[in-house]
């Protein structure tokens, strides 16, 4: 998964993005990316909330992150600019949306890292040195943090040294990355498939809550996430306007295709024994390496020992990939006026050096309150979900007012799929609970005063590139947030929430509430010639303006 702001070369002597990227590039980028550390622990975890009906969950994920490919799939042929995901709701809705969603963006490309990290750690529990890494309930130790914030400064440092090197390894990388979980599934299938696992504790144990649950807080989503790699490459893109839209899409396919696979031989491989308890009560030797640990289990100690090899490798390139993706974010932000000049700094092989610190210093910070992977997890899908539901509005908006827009993929009833779609953003981010929701509002708030409180102080100085906030446009946007917190605070999903809308009712809730605002963002959104003006500014900065 990935964020990747190719405006970042440096402010002075910009030459513009070379165009070099075909579809091949483009679906491997996207391939790369949905297959990272969800891959090494989205079956296990999923399996333990939902039981078998964890298939349930990858089926409702699929349709989920399905209905936003194809939305951003038009926006991304529409708009082959860099990083488009941030930008959409700038054109629609201005200056405050475009900051906010911009803020939403940069987020999830920040904890990234610290979520590979912490896969890293998890798997190293196969060796005995790294004994002291985890509690019982795989939070880190004091000992654990450091390594961890470690790993993060190695990340760091390579972004500093190996940008070019890893550019030129990205293809052979996803390879490996791809090859690795086809050949457990063929490895696990083969080896031995107990059908009545599907059965012994009931299909679905836990109910349709578990169903729900498990998509967001157990990795589902999370592992499916990263379709938007190929539309963040757009202005690298050779013919964008047909390979982005078969690239995003693609990439959903193949990725829903290996996953759901891969929790299929999962559950038929357990041995009986192991479940014997119910689902929630699954364990065997080395569940916290979920497939390595299974595999050495029925035997095939060779297939453990290249996916211990795996937990590194996959990991540490999908770590490094969104350091340096945070870092260009937060180069992206100042070049639009969000944030200060000076982020757009650049060392002498046009690397902005200070995003890549402040990529570090808040990648060490998620471990604080977010120690162990699925609590990670359970906030990066947060983050990325709500980076994602900008588009459904920007899509309704720019329908609506520029309809007459030449458009290379035209979606076949976008004007019914973009509600629906923003109403499944609204649903995955109500999943993941209360006790990472009002974390998430905390890191808004500290957002908005970054970000808002420099926009205030550029606009009073008179900077040149200072933006217009649009708060007309964008009055949607708080109202928003706020309802979908009290909405998670009152419901039943994750510790704290109050459970005074039960199960189905908080649905509807969700539901209603997202179509209220669906149909409000468009009817106070930039008028036409508003959303041309900024779609003009956006490309004046792509060629190098400020």
């Known amino acids: ?32 990316a949905i297959i990272g550390s969800g891959w090494l622990f989205g079956a296990q975890k999923a399996a333990v909330a939902a039981g078998p009906a964890a298939l349930l969950s990858w089926g409702i994920g699929a349709v989920a992150i399905v209905l936003l490919a194809l939305v951003h799939a038009e926006l991304g042929g529409l708009f082959p600019v860099a990083g488009g995901t941030a930008r959409y709701p700038h054109y629609a809705f201005g200056g405050f949306a475009g900051m906010s969603f911009g803020w939403f963006t940069w987020l999830q490309a920040a904890t990234i890292a610290p979520i590979e990290v912490q896969a890293m750690i998890n798997y190293a529990q196969h060796w005995s040195w790294a004994d002291g890494f985890l509690n019982k309930d795989l939070t880190l130790t004091a000992t654990g943090f450091v390594v961890a914030a470690v790993l993060m400064g190695v990340f760091v440092a390579i972004n500093f040294l190996g940008v070019r090197l890893l550019a030129h390894t990205n293809s052979a990388a996803t390879v490996w990355k ?39 807080s157990s990795g589902v989503i999370f592992a499916l996430l990263g379709f938007e790699q190929a539309i963040q490459w757009a202005g690298e893109s050779r013919n964008p306007r047909k390979d982005i839209p078969r690239a995003v899409i693609g990439s959903v396919v193949i990725g829903t295709i290996i ?43 060779w297939l453990a020992t290249i996916l211990f090899i795996d937990a590194v490798v996959s990991p540490a390139g999908t770590g490094l990939v969104y350091i340096t993706s ?64 900008g588009a459904p509005l920007a899509f309704g908006v720019l329908r609506k007012r520029l309809p007459g827009m030449e458009r290379s993929y035209n979606l076949p009833g976008g004007t019914v799929v973009s509600p629906i779609a923003f109403v499944v953003a609204s649903l995955v981010i109500y999943w993941a609970g209360w006790d990472t929701l009002w974390r998430l509002g905390l890191a808004i708030v500290i957002g908005y005063l970054l970000l808002g409180g420099y926009s205030a102080y550029a606009a009073s100085k008179g900077v040149p590139n200072a933006p217009r906030m649009d708060f007309r446009a964008g009055q949607w946007l708080p109202v928003y947030l706020i309802g979908m917190g009290i909405v998670s605070w009152q419901g039943s999903f994750g510790v704290g929430a109050q459970g005074n809308l039960p199960l189905w009712w908080d649905i509807g809730v969700v539901v209603v509430f997202s179509l209220v605002v669906y149909y409000w963002a468009l009817s106070v959104a930039l008028p036409a010639e508003d959303i041309e003006r900024n779609i003009r500014g956006v490309e004046v900065v792509d060629a190098g303006g400020h």
Request: aromatic residues 12%; positive net charge; proline residues 7%.
């Open 326 to 389: 945070s870092s260009r974010v937060t180069y992206g932000l100042s070049r639009n006026g969000y944030a200060p000049r000076a982020l757009q700094y650049t060392d002498r092989n046009s690397v902005p050096w200070l995003g890549l610190l402040i990529a570090w210093i808040a990648g060490v910070i998620c471990f604080l309150p977010f120690p162990s992977w699925q609590r990670l997890v359970g906030f990066i899908t947060s983050a990325v979900v709500l980076m994602y539901a």
């Open 178 to 216: 791809v090859a690795i979980p086809v050949l457990t599934i063929f490895a696990l299938g083969i080896t031995g498939f107990n059908g009545s696992n599907f059965t012994v504790h009931g299909f679905a144990p836990d109910g349709a809550k578990g169903v729900l649950a498990a998509i967001s």
């Open 259 to 301: 996953y759901v696979m891969l929790q299929v031989v999962f559950i038929g491989a357990l041995p009986p024994e192991t479940v014997a308890g119910g689902w929630t009560k699954l364990t065997y030797p080395g569940v916290s390496g979920p497939f390595a640990g299974l595999a050495t289990l029925i035997g095939l100690g």
């Open 1 to 32: 998964m990935g964020q990747s702001d190719t405006t970042s070369s440096p402010p002075a002597g910009h030459g513009g993005l070379k165009r070099e990227v075909g579809l091949a590039g483009l679906l491997w980028a996207s391939v790369g």
